[in-house]
T-cell receptor
Framework: GDSVTQMEGPVTLSEEAFLTINCTYTATGYPSLFWYVQYPGEGLQLLLKATKADDKGSNKGFEATYRKETTSFHLEKGSVQVSDSAVYFCALSFRPPGGYQKVTFGTGTKLQVIP | GAGVSQTPSNKVTEKGKYVELRCDPISGHTALYWYRQSLGQGPEFLIYFQGTGAADDSGLPNDRFFAVRPEGSVSTLKIQRTERGDSAVYLC??????????????FGPGTRLLVL
């Protein structure tokens, strides 16, 4: 079945450091790929998405590129801020013919940014 | 506009009791999903509604779990004879439809259930 593997955390970075959180997936068909973020005490929020190969999703300085050849969707940000401290979830969704869009999540990566 | 809302935000109950968790989806969203998120894990699918009907309940862990959506809007997740292992955050999400390639699921803040 479909699955998502992301790097284990926690990831601790100093403010203004470069961030990469790795995500790879296994899926039948051609899924859409997402990054969701969960800030402390809050619900899941969609951060960015990409729906086909070579698409780049971007939002709030974060970027991720849908790489079909490596089945990856790594999250990057050039300069993190303390306010980026949160748990980041990589996810995929796929709708089979006649079916519905089922989302599969990774286990999450906790990011801690220190001043 | 209003997002997905869930009540209560926290629920503490004793082992063996019955609980109901409520979800109000975004107005106009026909698809509704329930997920369970255990500590340190990603959300796991429980059940999907399209309109009033449960189109896929394959994620419900056992027959103590049941969900309804009688009017195609608000949904209630019901757990009978709660066990300590049911403790988790229960998330609800909604989307415009069953999932065209561009559609996204929007999540509520979750209900944190603690079974003592």
């Amino acid at each position: 079945g479909d699955s998502v593997t992301q790097m284990e955390g926690p990831v601790t970075l100093s403010e203004e450091a470069f961030l990469t959180i790795n995500c790879t997936y296994t899926a039948t068909g051609y899924p859409s790929l997402f990054w969701y973020v969960q800030y402390p005490g809050e619900g899941l929020q969609l951060l960015l998405k990409a729906t086909k190969a070579d698409d780049k999703g971007s939002n709030k300085g974060f970027e991720a590129t849908y790489r079909k050849e490596t089945t990856s969707f790594h999250l990057e940000k050039g300069s993190v801020q303390v306010s980026d401290s949160a748990v980041y979830f990589c996810a995929l969704s796929f709708r089979p013919p006649g079916g519905y869009q089922k989302v599969t999540f990774g286990t999450g990566t906790k990011l801690q940014v220190i001043p | 506009g209003a997002g997905v809302s869930q009540t209560p935000s926290n629920k503490v109950t004793e082992k063996g009791k019955y609980v109901e968790l409520r979800c109000d989806p975004i107005s106009g969203h026909t698809a509704l999903y329930w997920y369970r998120q255990s500590l340190g894990q990603g959300p796991e699918f429980l059940i999907y509604f399209q309109g009033t009907g449960a189109a896929d309940d394959s994620g419900l862990p056992n027959d103590r779990f049941f969900a309804v959506r009688p009017e195609g809007s608000v949904s209630t997740l019901k757990i009978q004879r709660t066990e300590r292992g049911d403790s988790a955050v229960y998330l609800c999400a909604s989307s415009l439809g069953p999932g065209g390639i561009q559609e996204t699921q929007y999540f509520g803040p979750g209900t944190r259930l603690l079974v003592l």
